[in-house]
């Protein structure tokens, strides 16, 4: 029999450990990839077929739950359970229409004909508590129709082939989670909300939709919008209006006919580590947007500018990734205010110059130009000339960088002195912190067996 020794037992348990810290997505930024879809009727499950469910109130829900049978008793801890049927219907499938109950819908599918006579799938308006999750819904006019709803979370479905939107709210979201969900093949935007409020929607997948990928066209407030896959949509990827304390970060997106993200109205607002490849307009558009942190996103392939501030203030952009656009890699228009342009990386872009300045008092500092690396006569990694910036002001970036990973030094100002310092730079991002502290777990675990065999 092999004999396997403790210094290769060792070994095996660091080499595991190593690929779970660099696997793991709590350990690295990672990017999400679009999955390999399968159609809805790859393996039909046996759904028994139902008339319509229209409920309009929490006495006719415990009604029909009564004479159907369904599972639970409304309550928190037992919600109903309307499960495992089929739905054919042209008006409504499905209404829950003010209930406060506690229900779930699971594991159905809606079908219809198709044509201009359908209803929606099904409706959700003036109620809270409920659970849409693994139903199939396509043929209708739009799968999900939304009008006021607290506390509901829509995940895990597939929505397709529908003729107008895949999820819609005419109204407002409050604490609700929509996750999860294949979208695509609509003639219309795959998920379009009036007014979002401390509301998340994350980890869709939305393709191939005749319009907006996700939208919030009303206001947003305390939303996040996160780790969602768009691709081959025919109009915006991301688009928020009257947003305030709203983040949007980890979301990839391609083939998109627009501009990426649309901010129209914002304040306190977060966008990062988004990325946007092949955008038919701008990548990221900033209107009336104040107060905003814009970092760590690329936008590679755009057919227009890479982020135009078309107006705000007090906004920092930092630390994006710009490259090959056919117009500058960023612009600062006419009423764009102090804003902090530091740490980009420009590349290829296609304006006589790659950034233009056209407001006023906004910043251009420590940016890399891969069109002005030289000269660096003391090797500082600062380019000992400063790059002229295009636009009527005149601007300049007077430290760009010689190098795209160069750190610039650190400058702290007083009343009486200014100090520059190169020993330190920005904080270091949480995600590196992670990986590091894997790093020393697997060392720590290494020494423990070490020992054991000494």
């Known amino acids: 029999m092999r004999v396997i020794s403790k210094e290769k037992i060792t070994l ?229 209006k009257d947003a305030t304390s709203v983040e949007v970060m980890h979301n990839v997106m391609s083939n998109v006919t627009g501009d990426g993200i649309y901010f129209l109205g914002s304040i306190d607002c977060e966008v990062y580590n988004n990325s946007l490849v092949n955008g038919g307009d701008d990548g990221m558009v900033l209107k009336e947007s104040d107060s905003g942190l814009f970092h760590n996103n690329t936008f590679i392939g755009i057919d227009g500018v890479g982020i135009s501030v078309d107006s705000g203030e007090n906004s920092i952009i930092r630390f994006n990734h710009i490259e090959d656009c056919t117009d500058y890699g960023l612009k600062t228009s006419n009423e764009a205010e102090f804003t902090e342009i530091t740490r980009n990386v420009f590349i290829s872009n296609g304006a006589t110059k790659q950034v233009c300045d056209e407001g006023e008092n906004n910043t251009y500092i420590y940016n890399y130009y891969d069109d002005w690396t030289s000269p660096d006569v003391d090797s500082d990694q600062i380019v000992d000339t400063p790059y002229s910036i295009d636009g009527v002001v005149g601007n300049q970036d007077l430290y760009p960088l010689a190098d795209p990973h160069a750190v610039p030094p650190v400058t702290t100002t007083t009343n009486t002195t200014t100090t520059t310092s190169t020993g330190t730079g920005d904080p270091i991002p949480m995600e590196i912190l992670m990986i590091a502290g894997g790093g020393v777990i697997i060392i720590l675990v290494g020494v423990f067996f070490m020992k054991r065999k000494v």
């Open 12 to 240: 095996c348990l660091l080499i595991g450990l190593f690929v779970f810290a660099i696997g793991n997505p709590l350990m690295t930024t990672g990017v999400l990839q679009e999955e390999t879809l399968e159609k809805h009727d790859k393996v039909a499950p046996a759904y028994t077929p139902h008339d319509a469910i229209l409920l309009d109130g929490n006495t006719e829900m415990i009604a029909q739950a009564t004479t159907e049978s369904w599972p639970g008793d409304g309550s928190s801890g037992n919600p109903y359970q309307i499960t495992g049927y089929s739905f054919y219907d042209v008006q409504h499938s499905v209404e829950i229409r003010n209930i406060d109950l506690h229900w779930t819908f699971t594991d159905n599918e809606i079908d219809g004909p198709g044509d201009a006579t359908v209803w929606c799938g099904m409706e959700i308006s003036n109620s809270a508590n409920g659970y849409v999750a693994d139903n199939v819904i396509f043929n209708r006019y739009r799968a999900l129709w939304l009008i006021d709803i607290d506390d509901v979370t829509i995940t895990n479905n597939v929505i397709e082939d529908n003729l107008f939107h895949g999820i819609e709210c005419v109204g407002y979201i409050n604490g609700c989670l929509i996750s999860d969900n294949i979208i695509r093949r609509n003639d219309g935007s795959g998920i379009r909300i009036l007014t979002g409020v401390n509301s998340e929607i994350s980890e869709n997948s939305v393709t191939d939709c005749d319009g907006i990928g996700i939208q919030i066209i009303g206001t947003a407030t305390n939303c996040q919008i996160t780790d969602n896959y768009v691709n081959e949509v025919t109009s915006l990827g991301i688009q928020l």
